[in-house]
């Protein structure tokens, strides 16, 4: 009786194992759901669980500790720190992450931000920006105006934009669909927004042929600006190969021509770089057009460069801030501009505009807000405007760029100014995939 009954056992295990081994894989983020086991749909519909294993999907048991995503899910796979799993942070909880290599679908050796548990990052809340950063000598601190974004109906991220002498916000997006709410991945296009807030609509003026991540192409914008009712846009390879270019157009970012070569940024390691938008049509801006060139490996460096408003289209008329007010032509003297310790829970694909309102140079990223006199600084803390006690609605956002214009009309002129952000998530109660405006107010001091 006891070996039929462990005959039986061991039938019902082994069949239990083939089912398993045999289920359907998950599909992809943004395909039908329709071959999900009952354990991973409960599981997508329990992602503010914790420990929270859910991004895109989920690959494995909801809630058992272990780091169940694949790839770029790995990002918000959280507190799954024990134990031989990989990713992990070394040290769990300790707000640092070290997993210092990862594969996937960037390559290998790639920063451990994309590995390592957006939880196991070290929200700064009292100590805002970082650790040893100089407070804003203008801004006390910052804080979301907003419980939840305004999103215009939009598929793709980035949005990069700037302000035209149309009174048009132009835009620049990467992977999607732009301003129609498809499914697919062109790797990139531009746009316009029009209306009055908040009552906006965005249109697509220029699509990209090629479907990420299908195309050997694979480009994606880094920002926009307009000067003198042309648009200029810089771009890069996404495939991290140190490709850079500026393209310009003439006809509303309709058609797009690239200037021949590239921009040699080796001596920085940089990516994307960013054109400093100073109001419509880069009304208070002087001769020179500033470009900062961030990085993926850290918020620290953040480098400056400069070119004639006449040259823009030329790699090698470019200069590089390179420390006491000095210029070099040559990437390889460039400084950062940022101080040392700034601590960052995401990506950190920053961009900085002048804001009139306040006579200052404002750059935002995935959590703080900086500010300076001028371009290369001194930038200082201005405060931190997203914690871990931010409105739900607002997690899980990267890529923020501050907005060329005043939504409310004209330049800005209070202290406040509005952002664009993307987010991944599937689940509604969280930033999702399109353009999302957000409103940050600066308590001055």
Same mark, same amino acid.
């Given at each position: 009786m006891n070996k039929k009954i462990i005959v039986l056992c061991g039938a019902v295990l082994l069949l239990i194992l083939i089912i398993g081994c045999t289920s359907p894989a998950p599909p992809g983020p943004y395909s039908d759901n329709s071959n999900w086991t009952a354990e991973q749909k409960e599981c997508m519909g329990n992602c503010d669980a914790s420990p929270q294993e859910? *991004?895109?999907?989920?690959?494995?048991?909801?809630?058992?500790?272990?780091?169940d995503e694949k790839e770029l899910d790995t990002k918000s796979c959280p507190k799954d720190c024990s134990g031989n799993k990989t990713p992990q942070d070394a040290i769990c909880g300790d707000g640092i992450c070290q997993e210092l290599v990862v594969a996937g679908p960037y390559g290998s050796g790639f920063p451990d931000r994309y590995g390592c548990s957006v939880d196991c990052w070290k929200f700064l809340d009292p100590d805002p920006c970082g650790t040893?950063?100089?407070? +804003?000598?203008?801004?006390? +601190?910052?804080? &979301?105006?907003?419980?939840?974004? &305004?999103?215009?109906?939009?598929?793709?991220?980035? *949005?990069?934009?700037? *302000?035209?002498?149309?009174?048009? &916000?132009?835009?620049? *997006?990467?992977?999607?669909?732009?301003?129609?709410?498809?499914r697919d991945f062109h790797v990139m296009g531009t746009g316009a927004i029009s209306g009055t807030y908040p009552n906006l609509f965005g249109t697509n003026h220029f699509v990209s042929e090629h479907l990420y991540p299908e195309s050997e192409i694979n480009e994606k914008p880094g920002s926009l600006l307009a000067i003198d009712d042309r648009l200029y846009l810089t771009g890069e390879s996404n495939d991290h190969d140190g490709t850079f270019f500026i393209a310009y157009s003439d006809d509303q970012g309709?058609?797009?021509t690239k200037s021949p070569g590239t921009w040699d940024l080796e001596g920085i390691n940089g990516l994307h770089?960013?054109?400093?938008?100073?109001?419509k049509n880069f009304e208070f801006g002087g001769d020179y057009v500033y470009t900062i060139i961030s990085n993926d490996q850290s918020v620290n460096q953040v480098y400056l460069s400069r070119v004639l408003k006449e040259s823009i289209l030329d790699y090698n008329k470019y200069e590089f801030y390179s420390g006491n007010d000095t210029w070099s032509v040559s990437s390889f003297d460039a400084v950062r501009i940022l101080p040392d310790n700034v601590i960052e829970p995401t990506e950190i694909h920053l961009t900085a505009n002048y804001h009139p309102g306040v006579d200052r140079y404002l750059m935002i990223t995935t959590q703080n807000v900086f500010d300076a006199p001028s371009p290369w600084g001194p930038w200082t803390c201005g405060g931190t405007w997203l914690t871990k006690s931010s409105p739900k609605a607002w997690q899980g956002g990267y890529y923020p760029t501050i907005i060329a214009k005043d939504l409310e009309g004209g330049n800005y002129q209070e202290d406040y100014l509005y952002f664009v952000i993307a987010g991944q998530n599937k689940n509604s109660e969280r930033l999702g995939y399109g353009f999302n405006i957000g409103k940050i107010i600066m308590d001055m001091r």
């Open positions: 859910c *991004w895109f999907m989920c690959y494995g048991s909801c809630g058992d500790g272990e780091c040893t950063i100089p407070l +804003s000598p203008v801004i006390k +601190s910052v804080s &979301l105006d907003f419980d939840a974004p &305004l999103t215009i109906p939009s598929f793709g991220d980035f *949005w990069r934009n700037t *302000w035209a002498t149309d009174n048009k &916000l132009y835009t620049a *997006w990467g992977d999607g669909e732009g301003f129609i709410e498809g309709l058609t797009w770089p960013n054109f400093i938008n100073m109001g």
